[in-house]
């Protein structure tokens, strides 16, 4: 099967940065799109940033300009450089892929099992 592994989550003071990485393991013909997902404490989990297999992103208003997501197709990884950190970003980040096992097989959605960010003021 697939599996979606991130890692570069932690605690750091406002202002400040983290890039977060995730890749993607197992019977993989190809990867749609890929991005990263965050659920804070009693929210809803929302989209932090999206990247498509040809590089087209997309953000969430609340990042633009302090988050940048990029992707090394080859590794199949997916990045999440986030700059100016504030107390709000503070939440747990998922890593989240469409892709396809085959050819001929209907793309599905996986999930990593996310990577805590804590943001202190």
């Known amino acids: 099967q697939v599996q979606l592994v991130e890692s570069g989550g932690g605690v750091v003071q406002a202002g400040g940065s983290l890039r977060l990485s995730c890749v993607a393991s197992?019977?993989?013909?190809?990867?749609?799109?890929m991005g990263w997902y965050r659920q804070a404490p009693g929210k809803q989990r929302e989209l932090v940033a999206g990247?498509?297999?040809?590089?087209?992103?997309n953000y969430a208003d609340s990042v633009k300009g302090r988050f940048t997501i990029s992707r090394d197709n080859a590794k199949k990884m997916v990045y999440l450089q986030m700059s100016n950190l504030k107390p709000e970003d503070t939440a747990v980040y998922y890593c989240?892929?469409?892709?396809?096992?085959?050819?001929?097989?209907?793309?599905?959605?996986?999930w990593g099992s996310g990577t805590q960010v804590t943001v202190s003021s």
């Open positions: 990247i498509t297999a040809g590089g087209t992103t």
């Open positions: 989240n892929a469409d892709l396809k096992h085959g050819l001929y097989i209907g793309s599905r959605e996986y």
């Open positions: 197992g019977t993989i013909f190809s990867i749609n799109t």
